[in-house]
């Protein structure tokens, strides 16, 4: 059963167990961003606390408004901080690609403490959508 989870955006959902202790639980969250060019565009993101480690997954969809390309994306990936440090990307993995136009993407970035889901369309206005999971240790 979920509950909410007070470390995570509004409308998220924890999954808790008591063996999951010094763990955040498994936290789904969702993000949503409009494009209109080229340019990398951050759909989700999340500061990492100090001294954590967190396996995550994105479901991401993107779909221009006029119907023409569409795309879809499953990545994975580990990102911790340690010592003060930046958050780190390691292991990233895509599970699933599909698209229209090759141009287009949807992966992990990092950006000083902020993991992120970045996405990237082309010169057309592209609505996307994203779906996170992850479990992390502190």
Not at 49 to 67: C, E, K, L, M, N
Request: with cysteine; glycine share 10%.
């Amino acid at each position: 059963a979920g509950m909410e989870c007070l470390r995570c955006a509004p409308g998220s959902e924890l999954i808790t167990h008591p063996a999951l202790a010094n763990s955040t639980g498994l936290v789904s969250d969702t993000g949503a961003v409009q494009t209109t060019d080229g340019t990398a565009t951050s759909a989700w993101t999340k500061s990492l606390p100090d001294d954590t480690v967190i396996t995550i997954q994105a479901v991401i969809s993107g779909r221009d408004t006029s119907g023409t390309d569409r795309a879809s994306y499953i990545v994975e990936a580990q990102a911790h901080r340690e010592g003060g440090g930046s958050a780190t990307l390691t292991d990233i993995q895509a599970a699933y690609t599909s698209e229209t136009d090759s141009a287009w993407a949807g992966t992990f970035t990092v950006s000083g403490n902020d993991l992120r889901v970045t996405v990237t369309g082309a010169s057309v206005t592209v609505n996307w959508s994203v779906a996170i999971r992850y479990i992390g240790s502190e």
